[in-house]
């Protein structure tokens, strides 16, 4: 059975860290690209950060320079640490794996919650 488990979520003060990590497994089928997308509070779903299976990355524009974005493609897991949050991180963060042939896979999302 495919699926993405993400883990690392949690409630954290602004100006904080935390670190996600999302692992795949049952997948058939090379991963090419492996992310991070998140939908707050009566917002539309939007790009964290995204990584190719060489190890090129995207970020949305309200994280570049705060949070990174890592790969260990013989686990198949991907990671994002996110340093100096803010409130308007606060968000429910899925994972997403992209197939080669195409296929998307996506996990359940975890809770990150920055207080002020």
């Known amino acids: 059975q495919a699926q993405l488990v993400e883990s690392g979520g949690g409630l954290v003060q602004a100006g904080g860290s935390l670190r996600l990590s999302c692992a795949a497994s049952g997948i058939i089928g090379s991963i090419n690209v492996m992310g991070w997308y998140r939908q707050g509070p009566g917002k539309q779903r939007e790009l964290v950060a995204v990584?190719?299976?060489?190890?090129?990355?995207n970020y949305g524009d309200s994280v570049k320079g705060r949070f990174s974005i890592s790969r260990d493609n013989a686990r198949n897991t991907v990671y994002l640490q996110m340093n100096r949050l803010k409130p308007e991180d606060t968000a429910v963060y899925s994972c997403?794996?992209?197939?080669?042939?195409?296929?998307?896979?996506w996990g359940q999302g975890t809770q990150v919650t920055v207080s002020s």
């Open positions: 990584i190719n299976r060489g190890g090129s990355t």
């Open positions: 997403k794996a992209v197939l080669l042939l195409g296929t998307n896979y």
